[in-house]
């Protein structure tokens, strides 16, 4: 489905979630074979995933036919200087680097590494695609707004030893913006209740497994299963979000907790509101595991940092202090390998690919991860943000139940995005739009009431920067008219928002009463836009 409007802007805009790009197909590109470590099996029924909570992840439920929307409820390494620096390969730019994206906490600041061209094949499947990754990319190339940033998905699964070994527990964005230099982290609670095909919903931490487990029976190998559960994953985020998912990361507990001893531990600064005093059940170990982590600098190994990571029983604000955990160990992630030299260190970059090498797996290839490490590694941490869609200030999501199970929804109403889109979309907001911040004026040329100000929630939701809200000299247009002020000059903006309306810009006004002031962009309304369902999308 093409998320732009066509030059026929008399057909109403559907108030359901469509994102930014169009949805990717069906069939992944093919890539080389998944990880080792996850073995072909037979695929289990849905009813397998059902199981205990602790440290195991919650219960995924069968879906459940709810075609109705329901009621709200409740990572600089240092060379030293020996005259005339040696030129480098990409790849071994990229091994300097470090690990790649260590996990996306490291995309924030630079780099995945690998040791040997083979071993990082094995990691760096390729598939995704990002045109902001190019230098002055075309305007052309670029599907919409959003695609000015490059957004990844990373997914944390249970992987082997786990029961549930396909729920993706963790699931962070990290998004970078490459014209501004900055990154943003973003967490979705695991929870959140969605309905990837319309009809059937459960947890978003179940569209993984079941894509993954649904290919299987299909006769899919792992590898093709794999991919499967991925690309579900980046649709409903796409959609949910209303932001394109460029690349995906998919990343096991067993690896993480491995790479987090290779470095010798975290110190994670605890809050009140992060704290954590539970039993957890270790299903790897069949063990259990106190964890007390009150208030105040606490140095965590591998298997403490996991579980600290994921558990939430004893947390007030529940899922949404677990999703605030996660990013809080992400960046004290790689904070610990910036200031430990590791990236200096060919043996501990060996150790920790080590770590994660047969334990990650990405559609990145190793010519966009040389290009991430570029970008990243002018990010100072100043530039680095985390968001949530739970805020304590202003949360975007709450808690409800449904199907007898504790969910997270949004504040809006079940399956009611607009809100978390509009706020997802600013507080990420395209590069380029960002960058080039034209101001567009919007004047109703019809006589329907409100036109001018509906236009400009809907553009405002996108990014645009909306100035002027006002009313046309006169009020006899029947097609809607874009000017372009600038002549061009503000290329991105103007590729953007022709696809958004479906219009060309012209570039001189059609009426000489019409005053622009310091407007680059110049909108006014036509009767053919009165059937466009103008909010926030």
């Known amino acids: 489905m093409d ?24 069939t992944a590109p093919v890539r080389q ?17 059902h199981r205990s909570d602790g440290f195991s992840s919650s219960a995924l439920p069968s879906p459940v036919d709810t075609k109705a929307p329901l009621d709200n409820e409740g990572f600089k390494s240092k060379r030293k200087q020996r005259g005339t620096k040696p030129r480098r390969s990409k790849f071994k730019k990229v091994m300097r680097g470090g690990f790649v994206l260590l996990m996306v906490a490291a995309l924030l600041s630079g780099g995945i590494a690998g040791y040997g061209y083979l071993k990082a094949r094995q990691v760096f499947q390729g598939g995704g695609n990002a045109a902001a990754l190019q230098k002055d990319v075309d305007p052309v190339k670029l599907k919409g707004e959003g695609d000015g940033r490059i957004n990844i998905v990373m997914l944390g699964i249970g992987g082997k030893g786990h029961d549930g070994p396909y729920l993706t527990d963790t699931i962070l964005i990290a998004s970078i913006d490459p014209v501004q230099n900055e990154s943003s982290l973003l967490s979705i609670p695991r929870d959140l209740w969605v309905r990837p095909d319309g009809n059937s919903a459960y947890k978003i931490n179940a569209v993984f497994a079941f894509a993954h487990d649904a290919a299987l029976a299909k006769g899919s190998s792992e590898n093709d299963a794999v991919k499967a559960g991925a690309s579900a994953s980046e649709r409903i985020l796409t959609s949910v979000l209303g932001i394109p998912i460029h690349y995906y990361v998919v990343v096991d507990f067993s690896g993480f907790e491995q790479a987090v001893n290779t470095i010798g531990g975290l110190d994670i600064n605890v809050t009140a509101d992060t704290a954590v005093a539970e039993t957890l059940y ?35 604000r529940g899922d949404f202090a677990r999703a605030d955990r996660q990013r809080q160990v992400l ?22 690919l080590s770590s994660f090498g047969d334990h990650v797996r990405t559609d990145l290839t190793i010519n966009e991860v040389s290009r991430l490490y570029d970008i990243g590694k002018v990010i100072t941490p100043d530039k680095t943000a985390s968001i949530s869609l739970a805020d304590i200030k202003d949360p975007l999501v709450t808690t409800g139940s449904q199907d007898g199970q504790s969910i997270v929804m949004p504040r809006a109403g079940l399956y009611d995005y607009t809100d978390i889109q509009s706020f997802v979309r600013n507080s990420l907001r395209d590069s380029f739009l960002k960058n080039e911040n034209a101001s567009i004026a919007i004047l109703n040329g019809t006589s329907i009431s409100g036109l001018a100000g509906k236009e400009s929630a809907y553009l405002k939701g996108y990014g645009y920067n909306v100035g002027t809200v006002g009313d046309a000299p006169t009020k006899t247009y029947t097609k809607s008219v874009l000017v372009d002020m600038r002549s061009g000059a503000k290329k ?16 001189a006004l059609p009426d000489p009463a019409i005053k622009a002031g310091a407007a680059d962009f110049v909108l006014i309304l036509g009767t053919e836009a009165k059937t466009a369902d103008t909010t926030t999308p």
């Open 282 to 316: 270790d299903e790897s170990t069949h063990k259990t595991f106190v964890l007390n982590e009150q208030p105040g600098i606490h140095h965590m190994d591998g298997q403490t940092t996991l579980f600290y990571s994921r558990s939430r029983h004893t947390s007030a």
């Open 33 to 49: 074979q998944f990880a080792s470590n996850y073995q072909p099996q037979k695929a289990p029924s849905l009813d397998s995933f």
């Open 3 to 26: 998320n732009f409007r066509t030059p026929n802007r008399s057909a109403k805009r559907s108030h359901a979630v469509d994102g930014f790009s169009s949805p990717k197909p069906q």
């Open 492 to 507: 991105y903006t103007l590729s953007y928002i022709q696809k958004r309306l479906g219009i060309t810009a012209v570039t």
């Open 331 to 352: 960046e004290a992630f790689k904070e610990k390998v910036e200031g430990a030299g590791t990236y200096a260190n060919p043996v501990k970059v060996t150790q920790l």
